[in-house]
């Protein structure tokens, strides 16, 4: 089901989902991507019905808070992909509930979390091996120990993971991923208080590896990632059977806009 404002039905609200979660018992998915009348009390109705529930997408839903999360973690032990990006409202008390339940989660964004700290993240990550993409941008309550505790967790399963903006990320977290996560394939770490030195050890560590570094505008981190980049680039799109005149243009063009952006 998707309730999302790009689906045009965003006027779905909790009355909805509290009758879905009667009556749709098979529900795996549901998106409710930016719907402003989504609350605690529809997800806590639809949780409660809806047991088999796989991925949900909370996404800009801005009533829901540490209830619902809740909610979708006492019930839906299945989950696989939890999106509650700029969920404000969410707090640790929510992510101490998913530390001891949903155990399949691969995929978790909590984009713009402010409220979360290490004490409650560090025993979720501990307990959610299966992690596979994570997105903690704008947690900026997290520091390296949560970042270390999740290398050691996932080790070669994590593929993805966003620190932009989490400002307490240093060197010795590039260190753990450096020397546990091999088969990360992007990873984003614009604004975190790391030097250029290790963020190109590790992107040369990782022979998966699409994007390290940072977006345009990251100050440390500059020309050698960008390089690296390019570089990984070059080498995907001929291994995808591009000509090489194309993908040297591609490339060509993608140095000249960096040059811009400095």
Known sequence: LDTSTKARVPHIGGGGLVAMGKYSEKLREITCHGAARVDDEGIVGLSAGCLALENVCLRYCYQISSV??????????????????????????????????????????????????????????????????????????????????????????????????????????????????????????????????????????????RKIGGRAGFKPVNKAVVAYNMQTEYLRRLNKGQTKLAVYIRVYLQKRYFQKMK
Not at 99 to 113: N, T, Y
């Open 68 to 209: 619902a999360v809740i909610a979708l973690a006492k019930n839906c032990k299945n989950l696989v992909k939890l999106d509650i990006g700029s969920c404000v409202g969410v707090s640790e008390e929510a992510i101490q509930i998913l530390a001891s339940s949903c155990f399949s989660l691969k995929h978790i964004d909590f984009l713009g979390l402010r409220k979360i700290t290490d004490k409650s993240f560090v025993p979720f990550a501990e307990s959610h091996p299966n992690l596979e993409w994570v997105c903690l941008q704008g947690c900026d309550m997290l520091s390296d120990s949560s970042v270390i505790a999740l290398s050691l967790s996932t080790k070669l399963n994590l593929t993805h993971l966003d620190l932009n903006s989490v400002d307490y990320v240093t060197d010795k977290s590039i260190l753990s991923l450096m020397q546990h996560n091999r088969n990360l394939r992007s990873a984003d770490f614009t604004f975190c208080s790391i030097t250029d030195n290790v963020v190109l050890k590790l992107a040369t560590r990782l022979p998966y590896a």
